[in-house]
């Protein structure tokens, strides 16, 4: 299986700061990597889909790059609703697996 | 809409089964294959296995085949999946998504999840 590693695993920041995630993949998924935005107590949200690609509806302040092995989220401009734990996904094999999540607190 | 409404909390014992449903609406039920992901308390999510909603066909992660059962009743548009041989570390959220452009671009539906809880 895939093992996908997030760094940091936590992360404190204030409103209007810009932060990333970075999302390491154990061996090459191409671009088949997606971001999820989770909030306690409720399920993930898709934010972005190919390593780059903004999900329809999602605030343009959320961006995604990467390719390979190697991959960051980033964040602009934070907002309250923000702060949350986002996961990374590989969707090139199956199983698919996730990262172990990256919790956004507000500083 | 795009809609995915799962089963209410549960609370079984060691040894026991259970079945969680996962009601859908929205859209055709048959169209698009059914996930299942779990998140047990302080771990990331996992990947449990897929039915397809139109024929019907399953696919599961190693460490579930043994114990779990997905099912799928296409005039109720509902999907379910059955975990037996409950144990502790069987406690978790359990989520079933779906992906409309396919598995590959992420899940973008999801149900609100289903707590189980296994404690004697």
């Known amino acids: 299986d895939i093992q996908m590693t997030q760094t940091p695993s936590s992360l404190s920041a204030s409103v209007g700061d810009k932060v990333t995630i970075n999302c390491r993949a154990s061996?090459?998924?191409?671009?088949?990597l997606n971001w999820y935005q989770q909030k306690a107590g409720e399920a993930p949200k898709l934010l972005i889909y190919a390593a780059s690609t903004l999900r329809s509806g999602v605030p343009s302040r959320f961006s995604g790059s990467g390719s390979g092995t190697s991959f960051t989220l980033t964040i602009n401009t934070l907002q309250p609703d923000d702060f949350a734990t986002y996961h990374c996904?590989?969707?090139?094999?199956?199983?698919?697996?996730f990262g172990q999540g990256t919790k956004l607190e507000i500083q | 809409q795009v809609e995915l409404v799962q089963s209410g909390a549960d609370v079984k014992k060691p040894g026991a089964s259970v079945k969680v449903s996962c009601k859908t609406s929205?859209?055709?039920?048959?169209?698009?294959?059914i996930v299942w992901v779990c998140q047990a308390p302080g771990h990331r999510l996992e990947w449990m296995g897929w039915?397809?909603?139109?024929?019907?066909?399953?696919k599961y992660s190693q460490k579930f085949q043994d114990r779990v059962t997905f099912t799928r009743d296409t005039s109720a548009s509902t999907a379910y999946m059955e975990l037996s041989s409950l144990r502790s570390e069987d406690t978790a959220v359990y989520y079933c998504?779906?992906?409309?452009?396919?598995?590959?671009?992420?899940?973008?539906?999801w149900g609100q999840g289903t707590l189980l809880t296994v404690s004697s």
């Open positions: 039915v397809n909603a139109g024929n019907g066909d399953t």
């Open positions: 061996q090459t998924i191409a671009t088949y």
């Open positions: 996904q590989q969707s090139y094999s199956t199983p698919t697996t």
């Open positions: 929205g859209y055709t039920f048959t169209t698009y294959t």
């Open positions: 998504a779906i992906s409309l452009g396919g598995f590959a671009y992420g899940f973008d539906y």
